[in-house]
T-cell receptor, first 112, second 113 residues
Framework: SQTIHQWPATLVQPVGSPLSLECTVEGTSNPNLYWYRQAAGRGLQLLFYSVGIGQISSEVPQNLSASRPQDRQFILSSKKLLLSDSGFYLC???????????FGPGTRLTVL | AQKVTQAQTEISVVEKEDVTLDCVYETRDTTYYLFWYKQPPSGELVFLIRRNSFDEQNEISGRYSWNFQKSTSSFNFTITASQVVDSAVYFCALYTGGFKTIFGAGTRLFVKA
């Protein structure tokens, strides 16, 4: 069966510090991968998606970036965090036909 | 353009009451897929159901049921005899292709004991 891992689960970072969040999927090949952000009490904002290694589509050009160095690994990064980057970050995977997405446990990021 | 509207921001019910969460979608595509997800307080979104545009049959799974009506572009979700464990945020979503799924803003359900 497929599983998706995200780490860390929680993170507190100062403004201006770098960020690296990692997501890995097991039990499937060539998945579509997604990064979403959810502000407190709000809906889901799609940040990036990837349909293959090295292929990244950005939905929200900000100080965040994403990379997919391996088929089942998706990384979200920032060189300098802003206060507005605080939120709950969710990684998800899907297969194309239905795009039924399966989500990881999320990372709660607080930027102080 | 595709859009998903969940007009109910928050709903509060007492345990054992039935509750319906509304979802209205917009798309010009004839082939599309609709989903419901549950986000409990732990945060992880849990997939509940997928329905494709060619299948208007209602679905029942235990206390959960879904009513898909293309004539009104609605895909409503009913919880029968609600329980405290049903307290969560519920998201309706639409997929028409192109790798991106459109999520509604979510409905927060409080079930009080």
């Amino acid at each position: 069966s497929q599983t998706i891992h995200q780490w860390p689960a929680t993170l507190v970072q100062p403004v201006g510090s770098p960020l690296s969040l990692e997501c890995t999927v097991e039990g499937t090949s060539n998945p579509n991968l997604y990064w979403y952000r959810q502000a407190a009490g709000r809906g889901l904002q799609l940040l990036f998606y990837s349909v293959g290694i090295g292929q990244i589509s950005s939905e929200v050009p900000q100080n965040l970036s994403a990379s997919r160095p391996q088929d089942r690994q998706f990384i979200l990064s920032s060189k300098k965090l802003l206060l507005s980057d605080s939120g709950f970050y969710l990684c998800a995977w899907s297969v194309e036909r239905y795009n039924e997405q399966f989500f990881g446990p999320g990372t709660r990021l607080t930027v102080l | 353009a595709q859009k998903v509207t969940q007009a109910q921001t928050e709903i509060s019910v007492v345990e054992k009451e039935d509750v319906t969460l509304d979802c209205v979608y917009e798309t010009r595509d004839t082939t599309y897929y609709l989903f419901w997800y549950k986000q409990p307080p732990s945060g992880e979104l849990v997939f509940l159901i997928r329905r494709n545009s060619f299948d208007e049959q209602n679905e029942i799974s235990g206390r959960y049921s879904w009513n898909f009506q293309k004539s009104t572009s609605s895909f409503n979700f009913t919880i029968t005899a609600s329980q405290v464990v049903d307290s969560a945020v519920y998201f309706c979503a639409l997929y028409t292709g192109g790798f991106k799924t459109i999520f509604g803003a979510g409905t927060r359900l409080f079930v009080k004991a």
